[in-house]
Structures are given as C-alpha cells and as structure tokens.
C-alpha cells in the first residue's frame, strides 16, 4: 500500500531562491496529502558537502540526505537544465548513495529550463543516472519552463494538474511493484 512507503522529495538546484526549489516544495506537500513518510532534501538550503571520496568524514546533513534517499522507496526529483545538463549538485548528491541498496526503487522527474530545449536529452541524462542505481523511472517526466512560474509560485493550473499526475502516477508504479 502507498502509505507504507518512504518517499524522498529532492530539489536538485544548488541556487538560493531557486525556481525549482518552489516546483519541488508544491511537489513535496502534494505528496505529504498521500503518505506522511516523506522527506524533503532542498540543495539550495541543506549544506551537502563537496564529494571528495570515501575516506572523508562528511557533515550530518549530507550524511541524512544520502540516507535518506537509500531509505526511501519512491524518489520525486526535480531538478534545472545548466548547460544542456541536470545540475552538478544533484550529480554530487549521488556521490553519496550506495547503489547496493537503491535496486527496485521507483523515481519520477520535474525537470525545468528557462525556454522549451533540452528536455529530452536531461531526462535521458537523468534517467541514465537512476539506471546505475538499478532505479525504476517513471517514463513520464514533467518539462516546465519558468514561465509556469509567477512570484513564486505555480500559477498554470495544467502544470499543477500534471505534477499532481506524475506523483500519482509514480506512487502507483511503486505500489504495484512493492506488490508481493
């Protein structure tokens, strides 16, 4: 059943007051409406480190992030286009993550630009990323441009309704896999 499962909310922009930032917060509480197991990891807020190896002794807020990401059964990441790519701060919080223990898990993506290029070739980016990780993608992937964005907030009903859809559709995927 759903509200068994941990689910993981990852807001993959490194910059203060980021766009995607507010695009995973309406993510996040959406989710919450459907299991209260759920974390929030906001790399434009938490102090993830810098990767530099395993022999290196990290803070407690990487340290929670990396588990809690390997806890949970559902990923729900979002994440801005730099550079025809996803962003380095997410690629680095994957450092952290044992792919040992991530097989089976289920993720669905928010992935935003500032115009309409480049969202094939990220969710091929990112969706290659989670296969490393033996990580259940679901294909439909939400592409938003900062147009959908006005004052910080999501003023575009279809681009709440299909956030809503990817996190329901996700969370179904999930549920039927976890299925014994």
């Given amino acids: 059943m759903v ?20 695009i995973m ?37 990487t340290k929670t992030a990396a588990k809690e990401i390997m806890d949970a059964d559902v ?20 450092e952290y ?3 040992k223990k991530t097989a089976g898990k289920v993720a ?10 480049g969202f094939i070739n990220v969710q091929n980016l990112v969706t290659q990323l989670l296969s490393y990780f033996r990580v259940i993608t679901n294909p439909k992937a939400v592409f938003l441009t900062t147009k959908s964005l006005t004052e910080n907030s999501i003023t575009d009903e279809d681009v709440q309704i299909r956030l809503k859809e990817m996190v ?10 976890h299925q014994d």
């Fill in 75 to 94: 990923w729900l990441i979002g994440t801005p286009i730099y550079n025809s790519f996803f962003s380095s701060a997410l690629k680095n919080l994957f």
């Fill in 25 to 61: 917060k309406y993510v996040y509480e959406y989710a919450k409406l459907k299991n209260q197991d759920i974390k929030f990891i906001n790399l434009s807020e938490d102090d993830i480190e810098c990767y530099k190896g395993y022999d290196v002794e990290y803070n407690e807020a």
């Fill in 97 to 99: 993550v044992d792919y």
């Fill in 108 to 117: 669905g993506m928010i992935i935003l630009a500032a115009g309409d290029i």
């Fill in 168 to 177: 329901d559709e996700t969370l179904e995927l999930a549920t039927k896999l």
């Fill in 3 to 22: 509200e068994v499962m941990k689910i993981v909310v990852i807001s993959g922009s490194p910059r203060k007051n980021a766009n995607t930032q507010i």
